[in-house]
């Protein structure tokens, strides 16, 4: 079937602009999760769902970042007044529910010139 | 807070040739383990996990890994490796009472040598 699905797959923008990645999770897998990952270094957390609530959205590194899921399965994160800072590669995972493995997405990379 | 350690950046191995990629974890809760593969333009692939039982765990592509609760250690293995297995691998955590968050080590890039 179809796995973990990320656009767009590359997305250049310049300093102070707003940006949207979308993750199109694996039908029917409750738990979506954003992750981000900077250059030489892994993966870090940045927010969970379990449904359309944001479960723990504690790895957010500050108010301008922001992510939904009005529906329970696509979700969107959102990046204000982008910082040359927030260049990385941008990973989605989703799961049958917060137990099962984490499948992860091709990932979009964000430059921000 | 849980966090991951991977000693070793870069792995460099020639084929055919065993391989040990080495994982240390510090955690004040219990965890489970995983071991991540990332292909070059690909996403993260699952290798294998540790949640309870024994402590060997074999995964895909005749990887295994061993969790040794003393040493906190979750180190991974490979008898033979083949040019295929040129990738990044990372080691990652999550607690086993929560969320499944992942905790990531910052990788290990295996590169097998013809």
């Known amino acids: 079937g179809a796995g973990v699905s990320q656009t767009p797959s590359n997305k250049v923008t310049e300093k102070g602009k707003y940006v949207e990645l979308r993750c199109d999770p694996i039908s029917g897998h409750t738990a979506l999760y954003w992750y981000r990952q900077s250059l030489g270094q892994g993966p870090e957390f940045l927010i969970y769902?379990?449904?359309?609530?944001?479960?723990?959205d504690s790895g957010l590194p500050n108010d301008r970042f922001f992510a939904v899921r009005p529906e329970g399965s696509v979700s969107t994160l959102k990046i204000q007044r982008t910082e040359r800072g927030d260049s990385a590669v941008y990973l989605c995972?989703?799961?049958?529910?917060?137990?099962?493995?984490?499948?992860f997405g091709p990932g979009t990379r964000l430059l921000v010139l | 807070a849980q966090s991951v350690t991977q000693l070793d950046s870069q792995v460099p191995v020639f084929e055919e040739a065993p391989v040990e990629l080495r994982c240390n974890y510090s955690s004040s809760v219990s965890v489970y383990l995983f071991w991540y593969v990332q292909y070059p333009n690909q996403g993260l692939q699952l290798l294998l996990k540790?949640?309870?039982?024994?402590?060997l765990v074999k995964g895909i592509n005749g990887f295994e890994a061993e969790f040794n609760k003393s040493q906190t250690s979750f180190h991974l293995r490979k008898p033979s490796v083949h040019i295929s297995d040129t990738a990044e691998y990372f080691c990652?955590?999550?607690?086993?009472?929560?969320?499944?968050?992942?905790?990531f080590g910052t990788g290990t890039r295996l590169t097998v040598i013809p």
């Open positions: 995972a989703s799961s049958l529910n917060r137990r099962e493995t984490q499948y």
């Open positions: 540790y949640l309870s039982g024994s402590t």
């Open positions: 990652a955590v999550s607690p086993s009472g929560g969320a499944n968050n992942l905790f």
């Open positions: 769902f379990q449904g359309t609530g944001a479960a723990d």
